[in-house]
T-cell receptor, first 118, second 110 residues
Framework: SQTIHQWPATLVQPVGSPLSLECTVE??????LYWYRQAAGRGLQLLFY??????ISSEVPQNLSASRPQDRQFILSSKKLLLSDSGFYLC?????????????????FGPGTRLTVL | GQQLNQSPQSMFIQEGEDVSMNCTSS?????WLWYKQEPGEGPVLLIA?????ELTSNGRLTAQFGITRKDSFLNISASIPSDVGIYFC??????????FGAGTTVTVRA
């Protein structure tokens, strides 16, 4: 079965410091990968998505960037964090095509990273 | 992405009650999905709908894909305390992305 991991689970960083959040998926090949941010008590904001290695689509202009160095690895980065970057960051995957227990439009979320910028 | 209007924004449940929430859009979707999120965790997929008019159940949960393809509803029958959380609807087309509603927060009535 497929599993998705995110780390770290929580992070407290000072303003102006760099950021690197990692997401990995197991049990599937060539997944679509997504980064979302969720502010406290709010909905899900799509930040980036990738349909293949080295391919990144950005949804919201900001000081964050994403990279996909391997098929099942997705990284969210920043060179200098802002206070407004605080939030709950979620990684998700979906299948390029259907599988034995999922269809292509279903996204499956990781456990999330709680980022606090002070 | 397209905007989904999810209602109600919040609701209180009493154990044993049936509750309902819905999502509407001005755009057509090929897929409707319902997720539940508990505090500090990622959303978990509850039900996926792929055909207009489709009615699908998952235990005490029932969801329907509207005939117009612009709406969906989720019913929870015989509520129990562990039903509390935030429920999100999501609509999908063919562009790998989902549009999410703002969520319905379900809490237990004191």
């Amino acid at each position: 079965s497929q599993t998705i991991h995110q780390w770290p689970a929580t992070l407290v960083q000072p303003v102006g410091s760099p950021l690197s959040l990692e997401c990995t998926v197991e049990g599937t090949s060539n997944p679509n990968l997504y980064w979302y941010r969720q502010a406290a008590g709010r909905g899900l904001q799509l930040l980036f998505y990738s349909v293949g290695i080295g391919q990144i689509s950005s949804e919201v202009p900001q000081n964050l960037s994403a990279s996909r160095p391997q098929d099942r690895q997705f990284i969210l980065s920043s060179k200098k964090l802002l206070l407004s970057d605080s939030g709950f960051y979620l990684c998700a995957w979906s299948g390029l095509a259907g599988g034995p227990d999922f269809t292509y439009n279903e996204q499956f979320f990781g456990p999330g990273t709680r980022l606090t910028v002070l | 992405g397209q905007q989904l209007n999810q209602s109600p924004q919040s609701m209180f449940i009493q154990e044993g009650e049936d509750v309902s929430m819905n999502c509407t859009s001005s755009s057509i979707f090929n897929t409707w999905l319902w997720y539940k999120q508990e505090p500090g965790e990622g959303p978990v997929l509850l039900i996926a709908l792929y055909k207009a008019g489709e009615l699908t159940s998952n235990g005490r949960l029932t969801a329907q894909f509207g005939i117009t393809r612009k709406d969906s509803f989720l019913n929870i029958s015989a509520s129990i305390p562990s039903d509390v959380g935030i429920y999100f609807c999501a609509g999908g087309t063919n562009d790998y992305k989902l549009s999410f509603g703002a969520g319905t927060t379900v809490t237990v009535r004191a």
